[in-house]
């Protein structure tokens, strides 16, 4: 049975920082892309960044960028999502994502994942 568990979500103010984790189990971790997405209340889940197999290629929305820093160990088989500068529009719940077989991890490729996480709070005050 896979699984993939999200931590490190909390409540944390304006311009503070947070990491968030995803653990998977019952998957041969490294052949899977990984990818975070989010949901605010109200509004669809979007895309927010993805990393290769390897790891050696990221992709991330553009209202991130610079702030947030996708990674994976795969010994640990856990992806990561750094957090910087977080703003009070990035509150929402966070989604760790697996795509078998994807090459370059794009926005649309990574909407149709395998395998979606149950996600973690985050909430910024402003």
């Known amino acids: 049975q896979v699984q993939l568990v999200e931590s490190g979500g909390r409540l944390v103010q304006a311009g503070g920082s947070l990491r968030l984790s995803c653990g998977a189990s019952g998957l041969t971790f490294s052949i899977y892309a990984m990818g975070w997405f989010r949901q605010a209340p109200g509004k669809e889940r979007e895309f927010v960044a993805a990393v290769s197999r390897s790891g050696d290629y990221t992709n991330y929305r553009d209202s991130v960028k610079g702030r947030f820093t996708i990674s994976r160990d795969n010994a640990k088989i ?4 750094q957090m910087n ?3 009070p529009e990035d509150t929402a719940v ?3 994502a697996a795509a078998r077989g994807v090459g370059v991890p794009t926005a649309q490729v990574m ?3 395998d395998y979606w996480g149950q996600g973690t709070q985050v909430t910024v005050s402003s």
């Open 85 to 87: 500068s977080l703003k």
């Open 111 to 113: 909407r149709s994942p």
């Open 94 to 96: 966070y989604y760790c």
């Open 78 to 81: 856990t992806v990561y999502l």
